[in-house]
Structure formats: C-alpha cells, structure tokens
C-alpha cells in the first residue's frame, strides 16, 4: 500500500503541500459555534455530543487545493470540518465535502490520480489512461463536476462526510451511517455586499455572520443492505435520512492555530458510540494527515492522533 510521504509527494506534484499550510485544504477560516442533536440521534447512538445536550463546535471551511493562496473564484472542491467537544474535555470530528463521492476506493487510487493530475504536456495522456483503468470514476463525472464548481456562500452547500461510521446505541443495536451537513440557507450571497476578491467566500461567510447565526443540519444516511461500508466512491441506495441535530456557526474563532496551537480534523478521531468502518481511505486519512502536520508545523502528532 502507498505511504503517508508518498501521498504527499503525490500532492506536493499538483502544487500542494507548501511548508507551513495543510498539505491540501491549504486555505480555510476557523469558526465557533454550538451543536446541539435530536432524540433520534440519542437513540441511535450513545455518544456524549448526540445525547441532546448543546456542545462546543469548531469549524473550518476551507478551499479543497493544497495551494495557500488559492483564489475562491477558481473551481474545486470545498471542505467543511467539524470538531465536537465532549463532556470529559475530548473532541470528535466530522470532516466533509462538496462531493457526493470519493474519487477512489482506495488511497492507493487516489495518488494515482493524483499522480496522473501533475501538470505538464504528458497529463492529458496520463489522465485518459487512468480513466481507462479506472471506468467507474467516469460515470462519477458529472457528481464531481457538479461538486467543483464555484458556489455563492460556504453557507448555502451541501457537505458530505463520505465514509461510513458505525453507530451504536445504548441498547447495544448498531447501524452503520454516512454523514451529510445541509445547509438552512438557500441559493445566493448575502445581498448588498460586492464579494469578487480573492476570499470572497470567507467575506461573505464573515457578512452573513453579522446578521446572525448560520446553521446546517446533520443529516445521518443509514445503510441499507446493499450499501458499501469500505468504500467511499460507491453512492448509497438508502432514503433513510434521520435529522441527527443542528449545528449553529456564531462567528469567527479568534483564539486556536495561534502561538504554537495545533488543530487537527481527523475523522478516525470518534468516541464512545461510534466506530470508523474498515474503510481504507479513512484509515489512511489519520496517516496522511500526521504527515500533513508534520509539514505545516514540524511537530509529531504523537497521542493527539487517533488510534488506528
Ligand atoms: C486518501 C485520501 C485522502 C488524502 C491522502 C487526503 C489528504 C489530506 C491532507 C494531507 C489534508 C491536510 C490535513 C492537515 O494538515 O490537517 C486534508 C485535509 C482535508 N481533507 Fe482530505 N484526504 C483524503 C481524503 C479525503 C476525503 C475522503 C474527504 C471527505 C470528507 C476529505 C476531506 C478533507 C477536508 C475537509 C480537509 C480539511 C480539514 C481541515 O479543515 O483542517 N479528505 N486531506
């Protein structure tokens, strides 16, 4: 199986990366605000922030290119993560994005395609032939298409946590769940406001906070029997869709990533109630993302990373 470093050769090949900023999702913005679940979440799970009770929430939206100086105008993928605070002092995260679906089943797969994405006169010919090893990812196009675009508001989208989870109440039942953040606001930009910069994106996020909370919903897909728990590139048949709570953003973070301070999203980083499905490209995220850590911060993730 392909390694951490190699991951991130891979990126650092399409221009991510860069020392001193995440290896992808290079550019993001921290927010603050508060999670709150519903009673069909507390009977699903058993986990401390899904038991009703409001939480602390920190949140990063992010552009999805390993590029720090990335403009918000240019296409690609956008990032949404979560990190929960639990009762006993702990956290649990929820990493999502626009796609529907991963690009491959494997970590393997993805710095392949990573590796066919590096620019020069060669791509076009390495891309086609990776799509001709790779047959699925054309009929996933038009989803991923559909996910690059450039949206109007980080608030008005979509996020999908992709990976299946395994949630297991208090009676000891168990399902296993996808996760996918729905926004309250539709469609446009805040009105009034001329956001063309380079960060449009965070100017319209920080407008819109000023008139009042934004929030989303966690939305908890339950699989059906056909639905692939290992795989994050195949879509799910189930309608099962249970509101598992509310998210409310307030307002910027002024005090984490300052001095020293580390913030991670890991999505093997759960707790009691939850367990990471045998997914290989959720395993290897952890992995990838101490690497990115290292890069950014020169630092070892050590304990702080979860346990795979
Ligand atoms: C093998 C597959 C993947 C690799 C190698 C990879 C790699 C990375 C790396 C290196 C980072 C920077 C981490 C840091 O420095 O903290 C990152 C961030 C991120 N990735 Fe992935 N990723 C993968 C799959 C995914 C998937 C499936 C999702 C879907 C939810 C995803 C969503 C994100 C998000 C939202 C961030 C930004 C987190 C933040 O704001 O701190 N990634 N990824």
């Known amino acids: 199986m392909v390694t951490p470093d190699e991951a991130i050769d891979a990126i650092r090949g399409t221009g991510g990366a860069q020392p001193g900023s995440r290896a992808l999702h290079a550019k993001g913005t921290l927010y603050r605000g508060t999670f709150t679940a519903t009673p069909e979440a507390s009977g699903l799970s058993r986990a401390k922030h899904l038991d009703g009770s409001t939480v602390p929430a920190l949140i990063r939206f992010s552009n999805g290119s390993g590029n720090p100086k990335q403009r918000d105008g240019l296409p690609g993928v956008r990032g949404m993560a979560v990190k929960l605070s639990l009762p006993d002092g702990s956290t649990t995260d929820v990493s999502a994005q626009t796609a529907r679906l991963f690009v491959s089943s494997t970590p393997d797969g993805f710095v392949d395609l990573l590796k066919a994405m590096r620019p020069g006169p060669t791509a076009p010919l390495r891309m086609a032939k990776y799509f001709l090893t790779h047959p699925r990812l054309l009929g996933a196009l038009p989803i991923l298409r559909e996910a690059n675009k450039v949206p109007a508001s980080y608030a008005t989208i979509e996020y999908h946590g992709l990976h299946a989870f395994r949630w297991i109440a208090a009676d000891g039942s168990a399902r296993f769940v996808r996760y996918h953040w729905v926004p309250e606001a539709a469609g446009k930009a805040v009105q009034g406001q ?67 301070d580390i913030v991670v999203f890991d999505p093997m980083r759960v707790t009691d109630g939850i367990e990471p499905s045998d997914d290989p490209v959720l395993r290897f995220r952890s992995l990838a993302y101490s690497a990115s850590v290292k890069l950014r911060t020169g630092v070892d993730r050590g304990p702080e990373a979860p346990h795979i």
């Open 194 to 260: 001329g956001f063309d910069g380079p960060d449009f994106l965070t100017d319209e996020l920080n407008a819109r906070l000023a008139g009042g909370p934004v929030r989303f919903d966690l939305r908890a897909q339950i699989a059906g029997p056909d639905d692939s728990t290992v795989d994050p590139s195949a879509p799910w048949r189930s309608s099962q869709l249970v509101t598992a709570g509310t998210l409310e953003i307030t307002g910027l973070d002024a005090e984490r990533e300052h001095g020293g």
